[in-house]
C-alpha cells in the first residue's frame, strides 16, 4: 500500500507525529489527511474518466470521417464519366454577315 515503507518506518511517524501535533490534535490531522486524499483520489478518477470520454469520442469522430472518405471515394469511381464529343456530330453555325 504504502510502496516501500514498512511497519516499522510507519511507527516512527506516528510517534514522531505524535510529538509534534500531540495527542489532541492528531485525530483530527488524521482526519483531515483522509478527507484530503478522497478529494484528491476522486478529481484524480473524474479527470482520468474525462480523458478517457474526451478520447472515445475523437475515435468516433475519426472512424466517422473515414467512413465519409470512404464512401465519397467509392462514389465518385462509380461515378458515369461524360461521352466523349465527336465532332461530326456537333452542328457547325454559319455566321450571319448580311446585316
Do not use: C, W, Y
Amino acid at each position: 500500500m504504502f510502496g516501500s515503507i514498512g511497519m516499522p518506518e510507519l511507527i516512527i511517524i506516528f510517534v514522531i507525529a505524535l510529538i509534534i501535533f500531540g495527542p489532541r490534535k492528531l485525530p483530527e490531522l488524521g482526519r483531515s489527511l483522509g478527507k484530503s486524499l478522497a478529494e484528491f483520489k476522486k478529481a484524480s478518477n473524474e479527470l482520468k474518466s474525462t480523458l478517457e470520454e474526451e478520447i472515445r469520442l475523437e475515435e468516433q469522430r475519426s472512424t466517422l470521417e473515414a467512413s465519409k472518405a470512404t464512401h465519397a471515394a467509392a462514389a465518385a469511381s462509380t461515378a458515369v464519366p461524360p461521352a466523349p464529343v465527336n465532332e461530326a456530330d456537333v452542328p457547325v453555325r454559319k455566321a450571319d454577315h448580311s446585316a
